[in-house]
């Protein structure tokens, strides 16, 4: 049982040991640790920044992202589904049904609140 389980350790430890490794040749012993003032500086598109980074998003922002999320995942999900829709039968059908009502709802919350109009 536990030999089944190995390979996936080594590779764990593999992975582990290369970033680690990375992390170690390129913090300690390929970069120069020279600081300056023009190094130490903020940097925004090479003048110094005029706002607080902490600033506050227009809420369509936000919306967009939901409606990134809404289309991505149904277009995720319904491939699988699609390919397996025979052996699934009717629990399949209605399964998609709902996940697929829930996406609507969101995309006409997205609609109410105007994040198709663009200006």
Wanted: glycine share 10%; proline share 4%; hydrophobic share 60%.
């Amino acid at each position: 049982m536990l030999e089944n389980y190995l390979p996936v350790l080594i590779f764990i430890a593999v992975g582990l040991l290369v970033g680690v490794g990375a992390m170690f040749m390129g913090g300690f012993l390929l970069a120069p640790y020279r600081p300056d003032s023009a190094k130490n500086s903020p940097f925004e598109c090479g003048f110094e920044a005029f706002e607080d980074a902490r600033m506050n998003f227009d809420v369509r922002y936000y919306l967009v992202a939901i409606l990134f999320i809404i289309f991505d995942l149904e277009i995720a999900f319904l491939f699988p589904w699609a390919i397996v829709l025979d052996e699934i039968g009717l629990f399949g059908i209605v399964a998609m049904g709902i996940f697929l009502g829930i996406l609507v709802i969101g995309f006409i919350y997205e609609w109410k609140k105007g994040a198709l109009e663009w200006e």
